[in-house]
């Protein structure tokens, strides 16, 4: 049997996309080991009764020689022994004993000459001064602080309120400027209509709702 080559792979997969309707069809530029493997799965759907050409039943034939032959070559080839791993053989170092150096002999002692009798040292007797007579400190007397009552200071709500309890119909421009008025007067600052208006507001809000003797009895 002749060689099959690329080519006639190529022609055997065309044919077999066409006549079998192949679904996804195999494409013919695939390599050559995957086009083999492509025919090898075809072949196992097609029968004698279809009609392919001697080109197709030519490849089927190769392949099934190529595969038939490797599967004997596999079965040929010896098991491969793993070989154990050789033991290491740890060579025991030999312990080498020193052996003690000779001691050298105790030298002799020399002989010691008796000791003469010492006469005895004369004592200074030292006296101690006396201690200086402790005196006892008197505690010291706690000076009680006289607490200094701060003065009020005058505020543009006393000026409204002395203004208003003098005549409580007065209206409300004349309350305004009589109030600014004493207020700038005690405390010597320039007269500020405008804020007395805003204070001058909220006190007769206030008097509105709660009466004249509930601010007097809040502000005292």
């Known amino acids: 049997m002749s060689k099959v080559t690329r080519k006639d792979y190529v022609k055997a997969i065309k044919e077999l996309n066409e006549k079998l309707g192949l679904d996804p069809e195999v494409s013919p530029k695939l390599p050559v080991d995957e086009m083999k493997s492509a025919l090898m799965q075809i072949q196992g759907l097609v029968s004698d009764k279809d009609e392919l050409s001697e080109l197709v039943w030519k490849v089927f034939n190769s392949l099934s020689e190529s595969e038939e032959s490797e599967t004997k070559e596999e079965a040929k080839e010896p098991e491969k022994v793993e070989e154990k791993p050789k033991k290491k053989v740890v060579k025991k170092k030999k312990k080498v004993v020193k052996k003690p150096k000779p001691e050298p002999e105790p030298e002799p002692e ?18 101690e001064p006396e201690p200086d007579p402790v005196v006892e400190e008197k505690p010291k007397k706690k000076v009680k602080k006289e607490k200094v009552k701060k003065e009020r200071v005058l505020t543009r709500i006393d000026c409204i309120l002395d203004v208003y309890m ?10 305004i400027t009589g109030a600014e008025g004493i207020y ?3 405390l010597e600052k320039e007269e500020n209509l405008v804020a007395m208006r805003a204070y001058v507001g ?6 509105e709702k709660c009466g004249e003797r509930d601010i007097i009895l809040v502000w005292k």
Not at 202 to 207: E, L
């Open 184 to 186: 700038a007067k005690e």
């Open 166 to 175: 003098r005549n409580p119909e007065i209206k409300q421009k004349e309350l």
């Open 110 to 127: 020399p002989e010691l000459e008796p000791e003469t009798p010492s006469e005895p040292e004369e004592t200074e007797t030292v006296t």
């Open 202 to 207: 909220i006190i007769t809000k206030f008097i």
